[in-house]
């Protein structure tokens, strides 16, 4: 770990710029692409009274809002279309963009950095929020 992750007990975490971190080992991710993923974000934010969990944001292209979920709690489940899951399921290999917590990350930044190893964003209110807002 480097100075810029001090302190963050985080193994996942890399030590600087970004790494692809497979989906489905330590966490899955629902990423949701545009305004629809800040708007998304924001309401997770009011859902659970403040940070909902590990989220980053993308600043080019697709402009994609990945939310960091349990591992294993994704698939299966009818998501809404606008909606990527990232898994592990049977017969898939998906991948994850992670940033280092500082430094030069460009395009992607923490919109809510991880606080704790093991605490992510609660799948559930994701899924209820994301057809909340998404249908």
């Known amino acids: 770990m480097n100075a810029l992750n001090r302190g963050w007990k985080i193994d996942w975490l890399p030590d600087a710029g970004f790494q692809l971190r497979k989906a489905g080992v330590q966490f899955d991710a629902v990423r949701v692409d545009g305004e629809q993923g800040r708007e998304l974000a924001d309401l997770m934010e009011k ?40 898994n592990a399921a049977t017969g898939r290999v998906s991948y994850v963009p992670v940033p280092a917590i500082g430094g030069d990350t460009w395009p992607l930044m923490w919109r809510y950095p991880p606080r704790v190893a093991g605490r992510f964003v609660h799948t559930l209110i994701l899924f209820n929020a994301a057809y909340a807002l998404l249908s």
Not at 67 to 86: C, D, I, M, N, Y
Request: proline fraction near 12%; charge should be positive.
């Open 47 to 86: 859902l659970v009274g403040g940070e909902p969990g590990p989220v980053v944001t993308e600043s080019n292209g697709r402009r994609g809002v990945y939310f960091l979920v349990p591992a294993g709690s994704t698939a299966g489940r009818p998501w809404p279309r606008e909606v990527t899951t990232f």
